[in-house]
């Protein structure tokens, strides 16, 4: 598959696994998970027929690791970044001591007075290094990277999980815990 096709088709699942389930007609069960035979069918019916093989070479090939396949190869997910209420069942987790979170200049005055809010999504994404971190900041204008005291929060009480794809997640990071990256 040609790297055009693969954008296209990762895309159009991030948007309908994560963000409008429904419009394919679509329900996600528990841990996000849809039928992998079910959703071939609502994308053929809606004008994106992909095969099987091209599903899953969207999942080995995406470089963010979007999406899973369960253990019985019958089911999908996105890994996170969900704008829909989902159960991703994921366990809470020890998290490193310092996470990271990108962003663009334009959001750091917000930020460091708010801290970070999940916003519409479920969960607020962390990373677990700094230049990811300036990767995900890049797609937002002049990327500014925070760092968070992840020990400290967990200290705290405030629950972490990590998805499948090694995004970490957590419901917000108020502002006490969060320090411009060295290097912003």
Not at 105 to 132: E, F, N, P, W
């Amino acid at each position: 598959m040609d790297r055009k096709r693969l954008i296209q088709l990762s895309k159009y699942l991030a948007k309908h696994l994560r963000h409008r389930p429904e419009r394919l007609g679509l329900t996600l069960a528990p841990g996000g998970w849809v039928s992998i035979d079910t959703l071939l069918e609502a994308c053929q019916r809606h004008g994106m027929a992909l095969t099987r093989a091209e599903l899953e070479a969207v999942v080995a090939q995406n470089d963010k690791r979007r999406f899973s396949f369960d253990a019985s190869g019958t089911r999908i997910r996105a890994s996170q970044g969900h704008s829909v209420a989902v159960d991703l069942q994921l366990e809470p987790q020890r998290p490193p001591p310092v996470l990271y979170h990108g962003t663009g200049q334009q959001s750091v005055d917000a930020i460091q007075h708010m801290g970070l809010l999940k916003m519409q999504r479920q969960h607020v994404h962390l990373s677990a290094d700094s230049q990811t971190a300036e990767k995900v900041g890049r797609r937002h204008g002049n990327p500014v990277v925070f760092a968070v005291d992840a020990a400290r929060m967990h200290a705290d009480g405030h629950t972490f999980y990590c998805s499948d794809n090694g995004v970490w997640l957590v419901e917000r990071v108020p502002p006490m815990y969060l320090s411009l990256a060295e290097g912003t």
